[in-house]
């Protein structure tokens, strides 16, 4: 066990937060509740823009920048939209500072303030289709297929590191198409592309579904979102994209016209995830050790540390550790072989056991003498002599195979952690003994919904697109429900 | 000449602004002095992004994120930094809006008032001195070699596209050393970089030199830049890059111990490019047809239009285009095809033409029965026939004379308008008929410096690190100087 870290049993949430600490991902600023996203962190972080910003590439997406600022009249346009996030945004009513004459410091300049008041954007839906008015005149101006990369700012009360912050990291998509059907088909294959990078790369098994009425987006006509399972059970929302309907283009008066010349307002959808991921990447596979990262997101996929007492016994060492890291980087693999003299090998062990590296290969002039490397795995713990001429060929097929491996290690934790039932005193039993995914009837009501939010803090979060959809009888009121839906208490 | 562009002859900053809209590159947005980034324009400064971030990392630098919002009292720690960046800033003062109960619609809800006001950055050193008192402990904790990409805000009053707005993209470089010849020399490396990157990527040519204390970065104990010139003979600062000695250790207390054991203030350097260097891109090469850009930059380098009546015309130069396009992706360039049949190919140069693609290839039935196509340059609107079998290997000779040629005639250009005087009225004389880079004797006053620039609204640029070092006489108050210096008017 790492030292000083907590671990999962004694106190999830406290060695969640040591965790992130511990292991150089992120730590509080001097701002409430901003974050300052750390260089091993943010590496991270930019393996993953860089895998979506390619899939959103590959589906035809530009990127584009749009204001940081939103004025608040146009906030104010979309009713539903204005409700959801009004109460938690920063204002921005000055623009200058200055000495106080009575010795008071640096000031607000009263007369600096603005005519109309700037909201930080909590999302930009608003100040994207006040634009797109400029941009769409006809059917050949669509579909509009625009992804931003940006941060934004929600003025949350209580923050965690990652999950919640009050500004966080995103991209959101903003399209806008000719037709109901488009719109629908964009917003459907965006949480398809989500699904497979959040299970291909993440190796975090999800469930896709659509959120209830009292769930949805702020705006949205449906909310397709995608739904993780930590190991604690309780449940993280990966992502999330929205069939708009007409609501923007209405509140903004977006019109195109059609091959007939016939106006209609534009059909739209965006789509967003963000740094939130972090967490549930870090939650999804870490232990007790510490981080524990899938290969395809981790900055090092592999290090070399090398053992010796002497100039003479290092140079043997170097030079198998030099000959193994060209190897491994002629395979495309991202490799760091670790010759610091200031750290002896066994706190570079704990380092990047603390830190997720997949596999790190130890050298000593033992080793040299045999021909052999020792090869440990993050995933399992589990360490194997290798011969250094096999090395190359055998780590790069323990990529594949952690990579596997945390992904089938966390279905099965996903599934251990899945229960159905069919009554409401079962439901809360289950919720209490053991959490996690709870499949259950229910009448599709809101009254139901928050009836069960209130008694038990379990919140539905998807009506699943797969799996089972026999009907049955809400284990609450005992009226028709169409299927089983999915509640879990959720971050 | 393009339709509807005003000449550079008749309005070089009309010219500007029209190019910046019509080659799709930004627009003004709802928000005052915020610009919209348009897809076309982003795609252009994600290249200069990738290249720049390559180049970071290749010199030992790592990303990370820090916040966007600075306490009012962060800001005031570092005196003249706070003077500098305080007439201009937006000012977070609420958390919150709400429904006017006197039907005044949505306003600022006043009990959600901030204890203290937030600052939205316009650069970040006080927050990230504040972290990194966090970090350094002792010489084993530095160098620290950070980087960040973010949106920054200074409330400029008058804003024009790309060059002066009041949010714009940019990275700021922040490192800490132990030492102060350390962190002189990684200060002098950044600006080395930026020179390189600005001259081989953007074509540019750039001359290095040093501010004058006056127009150094608030903070700043040196201020390194790259100044280049623009077809108006105006000038354009760059990049910066500043050598900000112990002042931001002091006012965050960020001390180390050295390797025996005594305590020192860190040495701090900061650097960055901003969205302005879209503006000296299309500034440098662009002409009264639209944009020119270097294939080193451009999103599309080459772009196949397809000329046909029929479908049989264009299935046979279709496969010849295919052909040409293979080819040339499979040498790495980024070609596009475009076959919509919306526009005719008199529209489809035109497009390119404005937006700057490198080189047009342009294929017709006639072409096909030849085994030709005609290749057009931009940069000198030259065309030529060339055999289909030759054309991959010629046109990728042409993405490196291109390149070349653009730099060289920036190069030209820049000699052209750079002048060196002896006297204060030959000096008056040269900037009002010619304009340009003018060399000049300088007594090292703030004074001096002062006066030029309220008689004649040109400021010093800089002091070169390179060219003629000779001594002389200020060309105002014939006092010594030790070497002429670059002064211009500039943006």
Same mark, same amino acid.
């Given at each position: 066990?790492?030292?000083?870290?907590?671990?999962?049993?004694? =106190?999830?949430?406290?060695?969640?937060?040591?965790?992130? $600490?511990?292991?150089?991902?992120?730590?509080?600023?001097?701002?409430?509740?901003?974050?300052?996203?750390?260089?091993?962190?943010?590496?991270?972080?930019?393996?993953?823009?860089?895998?979506?910003?390619?899939?959103?590439?590959?589906? &035809?997406?530009?990127? %584009?920048?749009?204001?940081?600022?939103?004025?608040?009249?146009?906030?104010?346009?979309?009713?539903?939209?204005?409700?959801?996030?009004?109460?938690?945004?920063?204002?921005?009513?000055?623009?200058?500072?200055?000495?106080?004459?009575?010795?008071?410091?640096?000031?607000?300049?009263? =007369?600096?303030?603005?005519?109309?008041?700037?909201?930080?954007?909590?999302?930009?839906?608003? @100040?994207?289709?006040?634009?797109?008015?400029?941009?769409?005149? #006809?059917?050949?101006?669509?579909?509009?297929?625009?992804?931003?990369?940006?941060?934004?700012?929600?003025?949350?009360?209580?923050?965690?590191?990652?999950?919640?912050? %009050?500004?966080?990291?995103?991209?959101?998509?903003?399209?806008?198409?000719?037709?109901?059907?488009?719109?629908? +088909?964009? +917003?459907?294959?965006?949480?398809?592309?989500?699904?497979?990078? /959040?299970?291909?790369?993440?190796?975090?098994? !999800?469930?896709?579904?659509?959120?209830?009425?009292?769930?949805?987006?702020?705006?949205?006509?449906?909310?397709?979102?995608?739904?993780?399972?930590?190991?604690?059970?309780?449940?993280?929302?990966?992502?999330?994209?929205?069939?708009?309907?007409?609501?923007?283009?209405?509140?903004?008066?977006?019109?195109?016209?059609?091959?007939?010349?016939?106006?209609?307002?534009?059909?739209?959808?965006?789509?967003?995830?963000?740094?939130?991921?972090?967490?549930?990447?870090?939650?999804?596979?870490?232990?007790?050790?510490?981080?524990?990262?899938?290969?395809?997101?981790?900055?090092?996929?592999? /290090?070399? !540390?090398?053992?010796?007492?002497?100039?003479?016994?290092?140079?043997?060492?170097?030079?198998?550790?030099?000959?193994?890291?060209?190897?491994?980087? %002629?395979?495309?693999?991202?490799?760091?072989?670790?010759?610091?003299?200031?750290?002896?090998?066994?706190?570079?062990?704990?380092?990047?056991?603390?830190? &997720?590296?997949?596999?790190? @290969? %130890?050298?000593?002039?033992?080793?040299?003498?045999?021909?052999?490397?020792?090869?440990?795995?993050?995933?399992?713990?589990?360490?194997?002599?290798?011969?250094? *001429?096999? #090395?190359?060929?055998?780590?790069?097929?323990?990529?594949?195979? $952690?990579?596997?491996?945390?992904?089938?290690?966390?279905?099965?934790?996903?599934?251990?952690?899945?229960?159905?039932?069919? *009554?409401?005193?079962?439901?809360?039993?289950?919720?209490?003994?053991?959490?996690?995914?709870?499949?259950?009837?229910?009448?599709?009501?809101?009254? *139901?919904?928050?009836? !069960?939010?209130?008694?038990?803090?379990?919140? $539905?979060?998807?009506?699943?697109?797969? &799996?089972?959809?026999?009907?049955?009888?809400?284990? /609450?009121?005992?009226?028709?429900?169409?299927?089983?839906?999915?509640?879990?208490?959720?971050?």
């Amino acid at each position: 066990m790492a030292k000083n870290l907590t671990s999962r049993a004694t =106190d999830y949430s406290k060695w969640y937060n040591e965790l992130v $600490i511990q292991a150089d991902l992120a730590e509080n600023s001097g701002v409430r509740g901003c974050m300052v996203i750390k260089p091993y962190g943010f590496a991270i972080w930019e393996r993953m823009q860089a895998e979506l910003d390619r899939m959103f590439k590959e589906t &035809g997406h530009q990127n %584009a920048y749009f204001p940081l600022f939103i004025p608040k009249s146009y906030f104010s346009k979309e009713a539903s939209h204005v409700d959801g996030f009004a109460k938690e945004c920063a204002v921005v009513t000055h623009y200058r500072l200055k000495n106080d004459e009575d010795g008071g410091g640096i000031v607000v300049d009263p =007369d600096a303030r603005l005519e109309e008041e700037l909201i930080v954007r909590p999302t930009s839906e608003t @100040i994207i289709w006040d634009t797109y008015r400029k941009w769409i005149q #006809s059917y050949r101006d669509l579909p509009i297929l625009v992804n931003q990369w940006a941060n934004v700012v929600r003025w949350e009360m209580r923050t965690r590191l990652f999950l919640r912050t %009050a500004e966080f990291l995103w991209q959101e998509g903003h399209t806008a198409h000719a037709t109901e059907a488009e719109a629908i +088909a964009e +917003a459907e294959q965006m949480i398809n592309v989500y699904a497979d990078f /959040v299970e291909n790369f993440m190796a975090v098994p !999800v469930i896709k579904g659509l959120k209830t009425e009292s769930e949805r987006f702020a705006g949205a006509l449906e909310t397709y979102c995608i739904e993780a399972l930590m190991q604690d059970g309780k449940a993280l929302q990966a992502g999330t994209s929205h069939f708009l309907g007409q609501n923007f283009a209405k509140a903004f008066d977006v019109k195109f016209a059609d091959r007939d010349g016939k106006l209609d307002h534009v059909w739209a959808t965006s789509w967003g995830v963000s740094t939130r991921l972090m967490g549930a990447l870090i939650m999804t596979h870490s232990d007790d050790n510490g981080l524990v990262l899938p290969p395809n997101l981790a900055p090092d996929q592999v /290090v070399i !540390v090398p053992i010796y007492r002497n100039d003479e016994q290092f140079d043997a060492v170097s030079e198998v550790a030099n000959k193994i890291q060209s190897e491994l980087r %002629a395979k495309g693999l991202r490799v760091k072989f670790d010759k610091r003299d200031t750290h002896k090998p066994g706190w570079k062990f704990n380092e990047y056991e603390l830190k &997720g590296v997949p596999v790190r @290969i %130890a050298i000593g002039p033992k080793d040299v003498e045999n021909g052999t490397v020792e090869i440990a795995r993050r995933d399992t713990l589990s360490k194997e002599i290798v011969q250094v *001429t096999d #090395s190359a060929d055998h780590i790069s097929g323990l990529m594949e195979e $952690i990579q596997t491996n945390l992904y089938q290690k966390a279905v099965d934790a996903r599934t251990e952690l899945t229960t159905e039932v069919e *009554t409401y005193d079962e439901f809360k039993e289950v919720l209490e003994k053991k959490g996690g995914f709870i499949l259950a009837h229910w009448d599709g009501t809101a009254e *139901t919904e928050e009836q !069960v939010k209130n008694e038990t803090k379990a919140t $539905i979060r998807c009506i699943p697109m797969e &799996g089972d959809t026999s009907p049955g009888n809400c284990m /609450v009121t005992g009226r028709p429900s169409a299927r089983k839906v999915l509640f879990a208490k959720a971050y």
